[in-house]
């Protein structure tokens, strides 16, 4: 099974990571331990800020992010899968430096949205400003015949970023509410989705009442990504 274990590069943050290995268990077709997924964590909340190198001259997280991917790799793991959008920033490098496939959150958020039948059209994307800023979302979706709607830089400032803030501090209840503004605010202007491109974010939304209006999960994404590369089809 060492071609079929699933690499998990994270820590970015903590808890997104045990979520991300809660649901890979919960997706996953089984009846005993042994149909389950074997899978290796690499979870090192130490890398530097993400969204802090992008946007403010923050350490560069790569080299951390390298010795994540050498840890996996010498773990024999077959895969890798990264349950955190804005350290796809450095997807091009990390990819670079491994013979691994990496599995593309964006990719995998794309082909939730596809099999909720929106194959086109407006979709909001929740994000770090990171993420947002790097374009993560936009380019990758755009090639895909989606467009984005993005928040506004004031209510990044005054209800997304600290919401995130709020999920990493363990404060999860308390970031729904500013959360489940932004997204009805998306929708509002004429999104047909939300992707919640910051896996902090499902985090924060699944502490309230359920939106009333089709939304990707980028945890659950990535997850039936790796199932779908652990169980490929034939």
Same mark, same amino acid.
């Given at each position: 099974?060492?071609e079929?274990m699933?690499?998990?590069?994270?820590?970015? =943050?903590? +808890?997104?990571?045990?979520?991300?290995?809660l649901?890979?268990?919960q997706? @996953?077709? *089984?009846?005993?331990?042994q149909d389950?997924?074997?899978a290796?964590?690499?979870?090192?909340p130490?890398?530097?800020?993400?969204?802090?190198?992008r946007?403010s001259d923050g350490?560069?997280?790569?080299?951390a992010l390298?010795?994540?991917?050498?840890?996996?790799?010498?773990a024999?793991?077959? $895969?890798?899968?990264i349950?955190?959008? @804005?350290a796809?920033?450095?997807?091009?490098q990390?990819?670079? *430096? @491994?013979r691994?496939?990496?599995?593309?959150?964006v990719? %995998? $958020?794309?082909?939730?949205?596809?099999?909720? =039948?929106? $194959?086109?059209?407006p979709v =909001?994307?929740?994000g770090?400003?990171?993420t947002? %800023?790097?374009?993560?979302y936009?380019?990758?979706?755009?090639q895909r015949?989606?467009?984005c709607?993005?928040?506004?830089?004031?209510?990044?400032?005054?209800?997304?970023t600290?919401?995130i803030?709020l999920v990493?501090?363990n404060?999860? *209840?308390? %970031?729904?509410a500013?959360l489940?503004?932004?997204?009805?605010?998306?929708i509002?202007r004429? *999104?047909?989705?939300?992707?919640?491109?910051? @896996?902090?974010?499902? +985090?924060?939304?699944?502490? =309230?009442?359920a939106?009333?209006?089709?939304?990707?999960d980028t945890?659950?994404?990535?997850?039936?990504a790796?199932? %779908?590369w $652990?169980?490929?089809?034939?």
């Open positions: 099974m060492a079929r699933l690499g998990v590069l994270g820590g970015m =943050g903590p +808890l997104a990571s045990a979520q991300f290995m649901r890979l268990t997706l @996953t077709p *089984a009846e005993r331990d389950h997924v074997p290796v964590l690499w979870s090192d130490r890398v530097p800020d993400r969204t802090a190198a946007l350490e560069d997280p790569l080299p390298l010795r994540g991917i050498r840890g996996l790799e010498a024999g793991c077959g $895969a890798i899968a349950p955190c959008n @804005t796809h920033g450095w997807f091009e990390m990819q670079a *430096a @491994t691994l496939p990496i599995l593309h959150i990719d %995998a $958020a794309a082909d939730e949205l596809a099999g909720q =039948g929106l $194959a086109e059209g =909001g994307i929740m770090t400003a990171g947002l %800023a790097m374009r993560l936009q380019q990758r979706l755009d015949g989606y467009s709607l993005v928040p506004d830089e004031a209510m990044m400032q005054r209800l997304v600290p919401a803030a990493k501090a404060r999860v *209840a308390e %970031a729904y500013p489940a503004e932004v997204a009805g605010m998306l509002r004429g *999104a047909r989705a939300v992707v919640l491109g910051c @896996t902090e974010i499902p +985090l924060g939304i699944a502490a =309230g009442p939106l009333p209006f089709p939304v990707v945890i659950d994404a990535l997850a039936r790796a199932l %779908a $652990a169980r490929p089809a034939g």
